[in-house]
T-cell receptor
């Protein structure tokens, strides 16, 4: 069965530190890849997505992610985090079947200290 | 503004009672989903519907039921058979007919507490 693995469950950083959150998936075929973010008290929203083309995708708020097909990875990065980036981050991958489902990672809780 | 609404934001019920969570969307999306979010467990799919009058079980459907009588609405009933119903419930929708069928849009969620 397909799976998505997020390596870091809890990350604590100071402001201005660089961020990289790992995401690996198990399916070898064509995939659509997503990072969603859930700020405290807010609903889940799309941070960035990859469908095809340039494997380096840029999202909102200075985030970017790189799709490396050979490594089955889609890591999220930000060069300098802010306190407002404190949130839960979820990686998701499209299901290989024809049912339009997403396979979700368990999430990474990021706390940024001012 | 187009979006997904879930009501209520907080819901409290006694054990043994069924409870229905509302989800409405005005995005004209065909597909809708219900997830359950528990700390450290990510999002787990309860039910999904790709079209009106059709729905499929997700990974943790036991103790839940849904209906999809209208395109805009996908209510979820948490029955008394659900052994651990206290959780945060998220509704989402997507438009499978577009070039980006997997992109899901989420509502604000309903936090259900059963005592």
């Amino acid at each position: 069965a397909q799976s998505v693995s997020q390596h870091n469950h809890h990350v604590i950083l100071s402001e201005a530190a660089s961020l990289e959150l790992g995401c690996n998936y198990s399916y070898g075929g064509t995939v659509n890849l997503f990072w969603y973010v859930q700020y405290p008290g807010q609903h889940l929203q799309l941070l960035l997505k990859y469908f095809s083309g340039d494997p380096l995708v840029k999202g909102i708020k200075g985030f970017e992610a790189e799709f490396i097909k050979s490594k089955f990875s889609f890591n999220l990065r930000k060069p300098s985090v802010q306190w407002s980036d404190t949130a839960e981050y979820f990686c998701a991958v499209s299901n290989a079947g024809n049912n339009r489902k997403l396979i979700w990672g368990l999430g990474t809780s990021l706390a940024v200290n001012p | 503004d187009g979006g997904i609404t879930q009501s209520p934001k907080y819901l409290f019920r006694k054990e043994g009672q069924n409870v229905t969570l509302s989800c409405e969307q005005n995005l004209n999306h065909d597909a809708m989903y219900w997830y359950r979010q528990d700390p450290g467990q990510g999002l787990r799919l309860i039910y999904y519907s790709q079209i009106v009058n059709d729905f499929q079980k997700g990974d943790i459907a036991e103790g839940y039921s849904v209906s999809r009588e209208k395109k805009e609405s996908f209510p979820l009933t948490v029955t008394s058979a659900q052994k651990n119903p206290t959780a945060f419930y998220l509704c989402a929708s997507s438009n499978p007919t577009t070039a980006r069928p997997y992109e899901q849009y989420f509502g604000p969620g309903t936090r259900l507490t059963v005592t």
